[in-house]
């Protein structure tokens, strides 16, 4: 595996942990609240220079269920390293640790090798060319 190759895989792995988050807080709010308000029904937020385009966000939600898939895909040990090691970095500290992750660096290591082949196949990273 190359530098660029782990830094795509680093990338693609934070990113889907981020949609995660935003998947399952998305389910949350609608459980609870209700989509729209009666008494603002038709009013339309201004856009932003923040706000994502729709197609932007309609790729990035398949290339985020992709990874997901490759991630389901992994042994309980490594998807735990995964799902360790990105709340640890989306925090900033090393402070989140799993039973299940067993040596948590190793497996995330050994993840990362098989993700690897997984994210070519599905070209959600690209194979580096060879010089001949």
């Not at 949609?19 to 998305?26: C, L, M, N």
């Not at 459980?31 to 197609?55: K, S």
């Not at 991630?71 to 040990?77: Q, R, V, W």
Request: net charge negative; aromatic share 10%; charged share 30%.
């Amino acid at each position: 595996m190359t530098q660029d190759q782990d830094e795509q895989i680093e990338y693609l792995l934070l990113e889907n942990y981020r949609w995660q988050i935003r998947q399952s807080h998305a389910a949350t709010l609608a459980h609870f609240y209700r989509p729209a308000d009666r008494t603002c029904r038709g009013y339309e937020t201004p856009a932003g220079e923040n706000d994502e385009d729709d197609g932007y966000g309609w790729a990035d939600d398949r290339q985020a269920e992709e990874v997901q898939m490759c991630i389901d895909a992994l042994p309980l040990e490594q998807r735990a390293a995964v799902s360790t090691t990105m709340r640890n970095k989306e925090c900033g500290r090393q402070v989140w640790s799993s039973v299940r992750a067993g040596d948590q660096h190793a497996n995330y290591q050994a993840a990362k090798q098989r993700l690897l082949t997984m994210f070519i196949r599905r070209h959600l990273i690209e194979q580096p060319a060879f010089e001949q």
